[in-house]
């Protein structure tokens, strides 16, 4: 697919949509005194997924003809394509994007936060956290995660499935499902960041903004949502290559 000197805008729009309704519905279920408190997992998978969607929307009608919206997926893509390009463009936009989609989560929530006595909460509400906390099983998670995304997202638009190409508006709304399934399935033990720039880009956020008793922002748990993601795409784009998903 032709790199497009217009998508990084379309990549910050979308991950900022993206990050506002994914962050924005984990705010809903576990900040005090919202109406969609204890709401549980079932709607916040359902959530990310629609936000997936509106993301991918929102950067295609700006002229993005890629709407990756996570850098592990244009690290991807580089090795499936060789436009490196996109990394120095895309990646960017897409951590400025989510870091933007959380200070948004936090002016909404403005009133919320005083109102919530467990920094855990807060912090959850910003980026990922382990059910059981074991760094190479939560890794290990993240690969997993990021791997079915990426090789099932590539073949959504192979010649196989879709041989006359995908119609038009059909993309967003399967990638939008995939994302649900991975949440449902694969989501209880680590939160499915399985996109760098959801989880770093609104952890910083949470360290620079004056939450009222947030607590640690807990970067040591951090590299495991980022390089998780990370290793996760590239074998999936090594797998994609070796089998012919085009």
């Known amino acids: 697919m032709p790199y497009q000197s217009n998508g990084a805008f379309g990549e910050f729009v979308g991950t900022a949509l993206l990050i506002l309704l994914g962050d924005g519905v984990v705010g809903g279920v576990l900040l005090a005194r919202s109406k969609a408190a204890n709401a549980g997992w079932m709607v916040i998978t359902t959530a990310w997924g629609l936000a997936v969607l509106i993301g991918i929307v929102a950067a295609a009608a700006l002229g993005d003809k890629d709407q990756h919206l996570n850098p592990a997926f244009t690290v991807a893509s580089v090795i499936m394509t060789g436009h490196a390009e996109r990394l120095l463009t895309y990646i960017p ?102 996109n760098p720039a959801r989880d770093f880009s609104p952890r910083l956020a949470h360290a620079l903004l004056p939450i009222p008793g947030k607590g640690s922002s807990d970067w040591g748990y951090a590299f495991v949502p980022i390089l998780g993601p990370l290793c996760g795409a590239v074998l999936a784009a090594v797998f994609v290559r070796l089998t012919g998903i085009t």
């Open 93 to 194: 936009a897409q951590l400025l994007g989510a870091f933007t989609g959380a200070v948004l989560v936090w002016i909404f929530y403005y009133a919320h936060w005083p109102l919530t006595p467990d920094p855990g909460s807060k912090l959850a509400v910003f980026c990922t956290t382990p059910a059981v906390r074991h760094p190479v099983s939560n890794f290990v998670c993240e690969v997993i995660g990021t791997f079915v995304l990426v090789v099932i997202a590539v073949a959504f638009a192979s010649k196989q499935i879709a041989p006359g190409g995908t119609p038009p508006g059909l993309g967003p709304i399967l990638v939008g499902g995939l994302v649900w399934s991975i949440g449902l399935s694969l989501g209880g033990t680590t939160g499915y960041a399985i």
